[in-house]
Structure formats: C-alpha cells, structure tokens
C-alpha cells in the first residue's frame, strides 16, 4: 500500500505503528486539545485506509527489527528452556547447554549453563515480571486535638438537627 494522500494522516499511521497511542499520535499531529485528541485520534486509526496502513508500517517494522536481530524471541525462550530441560548424563560436547566438557580419568567433566539464570531470564522476557522500582510518594497529613475534633462534631450535630426539623423529622 502505497503512503496516504493526507500527509498528516500519513504521520499519525506512523506515529502509530511505532507504539504510540492514537490520542498521542494525534496531538503529536494536530497540537489539539487532550480531550479532542482522545476523541478523534481513535476514530481515524478505525478508517480503513489509516489501519491498513498501520498495520503494513507494523509489518514492515517487525521484518526489519527481524533482520537485525541475531535470534528471534521464540529461538531465545527455545534454547532457555532446553537449558532448564537438560539431563547431564544424556549430553555431549556438542549439546549448545554445554558450557565446557573435559574427559577425566574418572569421566567426563561437563559444565552447562545456569538454570536459574536460564529461568530468570525467561520469565523477564515473559513479562513475567520487572525489575525493582523505587516509588516515591508524598503524603501530607493534619493533625487536630480532640477539642477541634468535639467542635468539628458539634457542628455537624447541629447541622443535621437543624435539616432533621426543616424536614419534619423528629430531632436525634
């Protein structure tokens, strides 16, 4: 599919295809307000054509990040999990597990890779979870003495005695 007539359309495709949000794309475009970008940015990824054409700039993205990658995600969690399956006793110097091998007196000497770094690194490309985060929050607080809180209430008292006989409720 060739680019889109309207080049503005034609840059929220991109914007778009590469992550960004559709309000985002949107105001990124059009310097709209959030509420307008929020709206209209959505309806216009749904046009047939802006879709179509996002979903072949994804295509195009996905075939180029491919190229430049030396295993794809599924290779990477492959090999992962034959590290985690492997049984010493069946492999050879030649099993891609093994780290080292060395034939001894008494044997053969085999080293294979971490498991539990084999495990862990899985579940970070799992999404599985992320890594430690420091939060900081403020919080802010008021302190009042027992007095304050006693008129506090007594206002409140006095407030709902009053809307209790406005209405013909007999007072608490």
Not at 68 to 93: N, S, W
Request: hydrophobic share 40%; charged share 30%.
């Amino acid at each position: 599919m060739p680019t889109l007539k309207n080049p503005k359309h034609e840059r929220i495709a991109q914007l778009a295809a590469t992550g960004m949000s559709a309000g985002e794309s949107y105001r990124n475009v059009y310097k709209a307000k959030d509420s307008t970008c929020e709206t209209n940015g959505p309806q216009l990824l749904r046009k047939t054509q802006i879709a179509a054409r996002v979903a072949e700039i994804r295509r195009s993205l996905d075939a180029e990040a491919l190229a430049d990658c030396l295993m794809t995600l599924r290779e990477k969690r492959e090999f992962l999990a034959a590290v985690v399956r492997a049984v010493p006793g069946e492999l050879d110097e030649k099993s891609p597990v093994v780290q080292s091998f060395k034939q001894t007196e008494g044997g053969r000497e085999i080293r294979l890779c971490d498991k539990l770094r084999a495990l862990e690194i899985d579940a970070k490309l799992a999404g599985e979870f992320t890594e430690k985060q420091d939060v900081t929050c403020n919080i802010s607080s008021t302190v009042i003495t027992v007095e304050q809180l006693r008129e506090i209430q007594e206002r409140r008292m006095a407030a709902l005695t009053e809307y209790a006989d406005a209405q013909g409720v007999a007072s608490l």
